[in-house]
Nanobody, 126 residues
Framework: QVQLVVSGGGLVQAGGSLRLSCVASGRTFSTYAMGWFRQGPIQEREFVAG????????NYADSVKGRFTISRDNSKNTVYLQMASLKPEDTAVYYC???????????????????WGQGTQVTVSS
């Protein structure tokens, strides 16, 4: 069982930056690929970024490439999402999630994620 606690959301102006954090419980954090997803008011939850167990591989949605960076610190059981050049269309509730996976795989498929954090609201004003 993995419990995920998300923090770092808030209100920011367009062009600004935010960093989200997700802390996992348990001793098996390094055996999970981690991902960030988001869900707008009328959209389905969508993939934003993923990172492999050791951090060697990452994957991003086209809409955030070059602006968002996912990283992890296995010694702290934490995954981060650094968001820059934020746009109003980035407004959503952001979730982190954990997926059991093979080493070196950044998982993009939402269905493969077993554990989810509670979500944090990110609002970007124009």
């Amino acid at each position: 069982q993995v419990q995920l606690v998300v923090s770092g959301g808030g209100l920011v102006q367009a062009g600004g930056s935010l960093r989200l954090s997700c802390v996992a419980s348990g001793r098996t954090f390094s055996t999970y690929a981690m991902g960030w997803f988001r869900q707008g008011p009328i959209q389905e939850r969508e993939f934003v970024a993923g990172i492999s167990r050791g951090g060697s591989s990452t994957n991003y949605a086209d809409s955030v490439k070059g602006r968002f960076t996912i990283s992890r610190d296995n010694s702290k059981n934490t995954v981060y999402l650094q968001m820059a050049s934020l746009k109003p269309e980035d407004t959503a509730v952001y979730y982190c999630a954990a997926a059991p996976s093979l080493p070196g795989v950044a998982v993009t498929n939402k269905q493969l994620y077993n554990y989810w954090g509670q979500g944090t609201q990110v609002t970007v004003s124009s």
